[in-house]
């Protein structure tokens, strides 16, 4: 996948995307990550990149004109090595919230360019390029390069190699509408708190049945709302049921 970002602080972004996972990706070839610095497309003299708001307002926005004109020498190169266009996402707080399904979507991608914001804003004809706008919560940060390092992380962990265990990604919390259930390791017993038995017990059909229903359990009492009933199994129906039962009961509500 190739990855395009458009920022006025690179270096925010250098370290988070040389290190762990996204750096070895890198280094294998399976992501292709460049930034460009879209003050450098500056058409003015002093390499301004923002402007007081017409009709008045509090601070600076960002202009079109160098942002726009970066996109396109990066659209030119991209080209030129066969790469499609691909999703430009701006990051922005008005934006629908970043999620794990997007992730997955974004992951199908050939090419994605992220543009990140600073000061009060876009001018909104640089909208005109933009093919999504995203969210990573209800809450307002300095820029949007975080925010772009939080997707990039979640997009480049579902490409196919770059996690080292093809069944990690599929397995995590989000990905089948469900949190994830509790894992242990070793020791067995750390200071009395022993790991359940029946993971030790090598019935791969009952750790199985467990995991499910500690999935169910975990995102019945801490989020709820993402239980989708009409997705259940029959099975899951059943556990989420006996779970229900049994957290009453410890709540003495039976």
């Known amino acids: 996948m190739k990855v395009d970002i458009l920022s006025l602080f690179p270096r925010i972004l250098e370290g988070p995307l040389s290190d762990s996972i996204i750096g070895k990706a890198i ?5 292709d990550v460049s930034i460009t610095n ?9 390499h301004n990149v923002d ?6 307002g509090a601070g600076m926005l960002l202009q079109p004109q160098p942002i726009v004109d970066a996109f396109q020498q990066t659209q030119k190169i991209a080209k030129k090595n066969g790469i499609p266009k691909g999703r430009v996402i701006l990051t922005d707080p008005a934006g629908k919230q ?4 997007i992730a997955e979507e974004l992951a199908k991608e050939e090419h994605l360019t992220f543009i990140c914001g600073h000061y009060e804003g876009f001018d909104e004809r640089i909208k005109s390029i933009v093919t999504d706008e995203y969210s990573i919560g209800n809450f307002v940060l300095t820029g949007g ?4 390092l939080v997707m ?3 997009v480049s962990r579902l490409i196919p190699g770059v996690l080292g265990n093809a069944q990690s990604a599929p397995g995590d919390s989000f990905s089948d509408g469900l949190l994830e259930y509790p894992q242990y390791t070793r020791p067995a017993d750390f200071r009395g708190q022993k790991v359940p038995k029946i993971l ?4 791969h059909q009952k750790i199985a049945d467990w995991r499910l229903k500690e999935s169910l359990r975990k995102t019945y009492l801490k989020r709820p709302e993402m239980i989708d ?13 006996e779970v229900r039962i049994e957290e009453e009961k410890n709540n003495n509500l039976i």
């Open 98 to 101: 970043f999620n794990q399904h």
């Open 152 to 154: 990039i992380d979640a």
């Open 229 to 241: 009933h009409s997705k259940l199994s029959k099975d899951a129906k059943r556990l989420l049921a």
């Open 200 to 203: 030790l017990s090598g019935d």
């Open 145 to 148: 390069e975080l925010p772009a």
């Open 27 to 31: 280094d294998r070839g399976l992501l």
């Open 38 to 46: 879209f003050r450098d497309y500056s058409a003015d003299k002093h």
């Open 51 to 56: 402007d007081t708001i017409y009709g008045g």
